[in-house]
């Protein structure tokens, strides 16, 4: 008997969790929307470093509103549909 089986529900709940939490420090004005200019500067030269036009390519992929500013929910979201 396996006491701590861990499900794909289990594991993909945890992600997101983490993900939510990480863009929380993106997240000024805690609204759950993030400044595409904030996210692109941080992946561009933090951590996993992607280039400008690998970050362009992400913020396609999610709705960005006339502010500049998208949903984390819908990165995440995006990001998850993606990891499947």
Do not use: C
């Not at 008997?1 to 861990?6: C, D, G, K, Q, S």
């Not at 595409?36 to 362009?56: C, K, M, Q």
């Amino acid at each position: 008997m396996r006491i701590f089986a861990h499900t794909k529900v289990d594991d993909e709940t945890r992600a997101r969790e983490l993900l939510a939490e990480a863009f929380k420090v993106f997240d000024r004005d805690e609204q759950g929307v993030i400044p595409v200019n904030d996210f692109r500067s941080i992946v561009t030269t933090l951590g996993e470093v992607i280039s400008y036009e690998e970050a362009d390519q992400l913020m396609q992929l999610v709705p960005v509103n006339e502010k500049g500013r998208f949903k984390a929910s819908d990165f995440i979201d995006m990001l998850m549909t993606k990891w499947k």
